[in-house]
Structure formats: C-alpha cells, structure tokens
DNA sequence: CACTACTTGAGAAAAGAATCACAAGGATAC
DNA sequence: GTATCCTTGTGATTCTTTTCTCAAGTAGTG
C-alpha cells in the first residue's frame, strides 16, 4: 500500500534503539570517511556487535537495504534517525549550571546534533544572572513558567544529588516529558516523563570489575609492538551497557 | 570452610554489576538518612527493580542478609564495593581537557569514590602547562612515560571524536587495563584492555524515542496537582542503562 | 540471457535474564 | 522452650534477546 518501508510495529527492545545511536555514529563516521555503501558484517564489527544483530535491529523499522549490495550509508543514517524521531532539533532546558552543567551547554556535539539548550536553571543566588554562553541563568523557581511558556519537552538535571528531586519535580510540573540525568541520585516522576540515568559510577564499577574480576584476560605480558599488532584487528567490545 | 559467605563464582551477568552501582547510590542516600536496616521489597522500589532481582544480584556474590529481618544497610554497602574492588582508591589519568574534562577533573563526587585523577594530558600546545585543579597539562606525547611510572590501570578520555583513537592507543602502549570513554567514538584496543563507553547521545536516542513512539502513555491531560499526588507513588524506572 | 557471487531479511533455535514460588533460617513474643 | 512471623536465598519457570540458518533478491559477468 505505502511506498514506504512497511515498519513491523511490534514491542522494539531497549536494547535495539541503544545500539541503533552507535550504528550512527560509526555510519557517520563512516560518511566523513567518504564511504558511501557498506554491508552488515563490517559494520557490525566496527561497532562491536554481529552482523545479525544489526539486520534485526534495522528489521524492526522497516527494509533499509540492497540485497546482495549493503546499506547506502547516507540512506542509513537519515534512516534511522528519522525512524527514532533525532531528525529535526529538539529544544531543551538544563537545571544545575556547575562544572557539568557547563561542560553540557558547550558541548558542541551536542547542539550539533539538534539538541539545542533554550534555558538554564540554578538554585545557588550567586549564579543567577551570569550568562553562559550566551544564555541567562534563571533561578529554578522559574522552571515552571518558563518551561511552559517555551513549550520545551526534554530536560537536563546536572545539580548536585540532593537537589535532583526538587529540579525533577519542577520539570514534571512544568509539563517535562523526558529528563535526562546526570545526578547520582534516583529521582521520582510521574508515569509519564521518562528518565534516562547518565551514571558515570555505573561504568566506573563495571569498568574495575571487569579489571579485578577477569583473570582469564590476564596475558602474562605485552610490549608496545605486540600491542601495535593488536591495535586495529581486537574486538572493540560489546555494546551493551 | 571459609568464615566469609562463599561467593557462587559462575557467570555474573553485566547487567548485574550495573544494577549493583545503582544499589550503592540508594543505600549510601539510606545510610544519610540514619536507616540501618532494609529488606529487599523497599530498597528493590527504591531502585525501580523487584525485590527478587536484588536478592539474585547480591547471591552471585554470598550471603549478606538476615533472614527474618533485611540487609544492614552499611554492611551491604561494604560488602557490595568490596566484592566489586571499588572499596578502596584507584589513580587514574585523563585525556582530554576541554570542558567535560575540567568537568570529571574537578567532580567531588568522582574524587570522594576514590577515583583519584593523577595526571591530565592535552595535544593542545596552549593548554601544556596550564594548572587545572592542581594538576599541571601534559603533552598526549607523554602519556606512555606517566602512565607507566605511575603504575595507573584506569583512565579517562574526554577528547573530541577525532582524537579518541590516538589517545586509546598511547594509553595501551601505557599498560592501561580500562578506559573510560566519553569520546562519541568507537576505538580499537587490545584485547586485554576493557573499554566503558559513555553516550550522551545513546540516552538521547532513547529518551527520545520512547518520548515519541509511546502512544500508549499519552494520557489525556494532567494539572499540577494530578501530578504531584503522583510524584511519590510512581516506578521511577526500571534501571537497565 | 543464464550463471555466479553476495547480501539482506526473517523464521527457528539457542542462550540469557528476569520473575515466581517456596523451603530454609533466624528473630521475637509469650 | 515453643510457636509464630518475617525475609532471605535458590531452584524452576517464563520471558526476552541474541545467534543461527537459509530462502529470496540484486548486481555483475561471460
């Protein structure tokens, strides 16, 4: 009936739309590279996963390749990112304007990818006023109103712990819809914002575990040719997290 | 035999050990809070899992619970960190100091875990020298000499995507065993190095995608007052990534 | 135009992880 | 000391996710 690639509209894994954000960014990689087609298996080694896993990932969203040819890897990536909806700019507010905060605001990347901080919060009566980069530092008892006002869906908790749950609650009343936080904090919502955890301590422990845990890795020793060797055919991890 | 509860050593899945960090933040907010006991139900809500979860989880590793009467909440903390070798400092250096890295170098939170950051490096010739939290900027040059007198197992890169790569090989040629990977970019390492990724962007795609694709929490509409009822009782998520 | 070489897409099978249900163990009250 | 109550730890079950396998489809070659 459609011209487009019928999408199988069934219950899409967690997991799936993880992976699909590294599949662009190796794709887009790929494209500053000049590479124009490629098939499942390199990519999928690129990334870290099996080919098989990227062809079902895809399969959820429709039919987006040439068989016995590969993905166009422009096609790809306009692909997906208009199947998870990153296509077009997406306006945002950030509460917590320390270190991180900052670091947030300049991300270039970040704006780059159409993620485009409109307003920033802070509790602390010295910091309201300053400007950074560009942007005017309101205090949080505006969330509210502002958030209303500019219509913004998406937010960014980077306050200390103790203060994430207040922000949190501002933001849902303020008619928040999806919050991402970097507070090492839990934070409670109504049902309907979804919260995504940024938890460097997550990776930090998962990262020693792994080194204190993994005896079966401990290779008696290595030198700096012997790595070299290694350097550009090893497995570059599974992507999980 | 052993005195202390005997570890069941089979496979631990990944997600385990993810979710075992998020237990730690949740009891350590329990433990300010002057509780010293918790049974698994009401931790188990805190964390946004089953009860049932957290008890397999903390079974890969013993037994660290009354039956009866729940967990002491500090000795569950020092078992948890213990059994993941987070329990006690690790030195490690960072790559990269642009604006999340001054971020991560100066994160309170990061340093009060034990995650010591010991020597920052830079390829910007404008920034060697330069003094960030005490720590003096070195040359990317000069990560292998460093690394290897300091004897450090774990860094940090936060450089832009493009320099990601030179900077995982120079920490392997270093002997590094783990990286911490805020670089949107994949990189190639030895086998024997275990790489963590964290993607902003990754938590992006997802929040977005479930921001827009979850018609079926498209509740009609809802006041401030509707919302703040709800803001206590409410899943606060489940914790997967 | 038939034939070969490749690669996708998807059903089937395998592996893995979360949940359930309950026996075992410990504390408390009387 | 005995009975009752409560919660853990764990085997069994269910559910989810990944991997395997191969038919279907496309481009290029002689």
Known sequence: M??????????IPQA??????????????????NVSVISSNPLAEACGVQGSQIRKDLAY???????GVGYQV??????????????????????GVGNLGKAMINHIGFHAHGFHIKAI??????????KVHGLEVFPTQ?????VEKLGVEIAVITTPPERAQRAASYLAEGGIKGILNFAPARIKVPDHVHVEYVDFFRHMYNLIFNLTQD?????????????????FDSDPGQIRD
């Open 2 to 11: 459609t011209d487009t690639p019928q999408p199988k509209r069934k219950h």
């Open 16 to 33: 799936t739309i993880k992976r699909l954000a590294t599949y662009v960014q190796v794709l887009e990689s790929l494209a500053r590279d």
């Open 61 to 67: 969203f429709g039919e987006f390749g040439i068989r």
């Open 74 to 95: 422009n096609h790809l990536i306009s692909s997906i990112t208009s199947s998870l909806g990153v296509d077009h700019e997406w306006p945002m507010v950030l509460v």
């Open 121 to 130: 919060f802070d509790c602390d009566p010295f910091k309201i006023g300053d």
């Open 142 to 146: 505006e969330i509210k109103p502002i």
């Open 215 to 231: 005896p079966k890795e401990a290779k008696p020793e290595r030198d700096a040719m012997d790595i070299k060797k290694h350097l």
